[in-house]
């Protein structure tokens, strides 16, 4: 069982920055695509981008692309991700999510095996 755990979430001012962080219980994890989603509340669960098991491909949906950056470290089972450019619309609960598998970068959640609990990331204009 993966157990996954998202941290560095918290309120900015719009044009901030944060970092959030994903740390998976095994490194059995390494060998999963893995991705970022949120989910706001009113809306539905939006995939925010995904990354293969080794880092070397990736996607973004439009709202984010040019603005997010999803990036792995296998040798600390955590997967990141850096949001700039911050604005009100972004304001969500981010999950961190595991494949299961070594394709991911549709950003379907039906492909996602593994969910964490989810940090809160708030922008104020």
């Known amino acids: 069982q993966v157990q996954l755990v998202e941290s560095g979430g918290g309120s900015v001012q719009a044009g901030g920055s944060l970092r959030l962080s994903c740390a998976a219980s095994t490194d059995t994890v390494r060998y999963y695509c893995m991705g970022w989603f949120r989910q706001a509340p009113g809306k539905e669960r939006e995939g925010v981008a995904a990354?293969?098991?080794?880092?070397?491909?990736?996607s973004y949906a439009d709202s984010v692309k040019g603005r997010f950056t999803i990036s792995r470290d296998n040798a600390k089972n955590t997967l990141y991700l850096q949001m700039n450019s911050l604005s009100p619309e972004d304001t969500a609960m981010y999950y961190c999510?595991?494949?299961?598998?070594?394709?991911?970068?549709?950003?379907?959640?039906?492909?996602?095996?593994?969910w964490g609990q989810g940090t809160q990331v708030t922008v104020s204009s």
């Open positions: 999510a595991a494949a299961g598998s070594t394709w991911c970068l549709d950003r379907s959640d039906a492909r996602y095996k593994y």
């Open positions: 990354i293969t098991a080794g880092g070397g491909s990736t």
